[in-house]
């Protein structure tokens, strides 16, 4: 229920600071951001079950075979949702660390958008933390 109402107070206020939860951050800069987290590792690997076809890795991950590369692209989606969401968040004033414990990489991607949202004199000055709820 804590959740629930968190979650719709920040709805409001960043219906009410002008963002809507679209695209505010340009394409480029979020997918450079999701390489960035990328090189630091794909957090998708450490949980996967690796084996070789011809000698060219491939994992089983959530019940699918998957080739480094689609494991890669996988984490490169998730990555740049999470960096939306982080700069998102952070612009209103909030900081969710949901993202921090319930993802495989352990809020970095989150994180990112965060930071360059600290970079925008735009970015509410006072923060509030949304606690996890296990």
């Not at 963002?19 to 340009?26: L, P, R, V």
């Not at 089983?60 to 998957?66: F, H, L, P």
Request: charged share 25%; glycine share 8%; proline share 2%.
């Amino acid at each position: 229920m804590c959740l629930k109402i968190s979650v719709m107070l920040i709805i409001v206020v960043m219906q009410l600071s002008g963002h809507e939860g679209g695209n505010i951050m340009n394409k480029a800069q979020v997918t450079e951001l999701a390489f960035k987290a990328l090189q630091s590792g794909n957090p998708y690997i450490k949980g996967a079950i690796k084996f070789f076809i011809d000698k060219v890795p491939h994992f089983i991950y959530a019940g699918s075979m998957i080739s480094v590369s689609e494991l890669n692209k996988f984490y490169l989606e998730t990555a740049e949702k999470d960096i939306r969401a982080g700069y998102r968040d952070r612009m209103v004033g909030y900081y969710d660390k949901w993202y921090r414990y319930n993802h495989a990489d352990e809020g970095r991607a989150y994180d990112l958008g965060v930071k360059l949202a600290l970079e925008n004199p735009k970015c509410v000055e006072e923060m509030h933390i949304i606690e996890c709820a296990y």
